[in-house]
């Protein structure tokens, strides 16, 4: 009854980036819906201009669930996913923040877990992981793979950081410390991730795991590319000196 009433007290903030996500927001919403009936929350959808109509699905929800549940917070273009996360908790009112991505490769499902870790641990900080018993990928060729488990690899090695999974989006933060985390974060796109994680750890925040599937986009292209993956390399170099 006591973890009830703690679940109760608490408010969650579901922060969703979104770049032409019309075939995947009104299922994620709903799916979020479905997981959490008896949370406290409301899903914030930060849109960088999607030209495909996102932001159209989205206040139809806005009429379905209440605009008081669904937040439509949108940005002009695509200015990347650290500032997106920025832009979103700027409108948070939840004590705690979760960061998901929109394209169902993280399923709602998994959100009462990271809820009951947290509230079982008192945990600073959440993250899914694909790299430990009960955790994978889904839908993803082998090259794919190799390059993901290659870059946990080298930042393992590099940073020790203390987590299996530095380059998965899929968290849930108190607030305060998200807020601490990200002002000392410089990083953009995907090292974002990486360096919010590594930045909790070294300043000494608790973080705690729970296995994943990350299952590959249903709709839509990855926004992954060779770019990104300079870019991690960068990042990667970068906390190696600054941390």
């Known amino acids: 009854m006591d973890g009830q009433n703690k679940n109760q007290a608490n408010k969650y903030s579901i922060i ?6 019309r075939l995947n927001i009104g299922l994620i919403v709903y799916l979020i819906f479905k997981h959490l009936k008896d949370v406290d929350f409301e899903v914030i959808v930060v849109d960088d201009g999607s030209p495909d109509g996102t932001q159209d699905v989205v206040k139809q929800l806005q009429k379905v669930y209440g605009e008081d549940r669904i937040l439509l917070r ?31 490769s ?78 000392s974060c410089v990083s953009k796109g995907y090292v974002f991730q990486m360096e919010m994680i590594v930045r909790a750890s070294r300043k000494g925040y608790h973080i705690e795991e729970v296995p994943i599937t990350f299952v590959d986009r249903v709709f839509g292209s990855s926004k992954l590319g060779g770019s990104e993956i300079v870019e991690y390399l960068k990042g990667l170099a970068y906390l190696l000196v600054t941390t």
Not at 16 to 21: A, C, I, K, L, R
Not at 82 to 101: L, P, Q, R
């Open 16 to 21: 969703v980036p979104t770049y032409n996500e």
């Open 74 to 104: 949108p940005r002009p273009k695509k200015l990347g996913l650290g500032t997106a996360y920025i832009h979103g908790m700027k409108h948070a009112s939840g004590n705690f923040v979760v960061i998901m991505d929109a394209d169902l």
């Open 106 to 183: 993280h399923h709602p499902k998994y959100l009462p877990r990271f809820i009951s870790k947290q509230m079982e641990t008192r945990a600073d900080i959440v993250t899914g992981t694909r790299y430990v018993k009960g955790g994978g990928v889904h839908g993803w060729n082998l090259m794919r793979k190799l390059t993901s488990r290659g870059a946990n690899v080298l930042a393992q090695t590099f940073l020790w950081p203390g987590v299996s999974d530095l380059t998965g989006s899929f968290r849930l933060y108190r607030k305060s410390v998200l807020e601490d985390i990200i002002s």
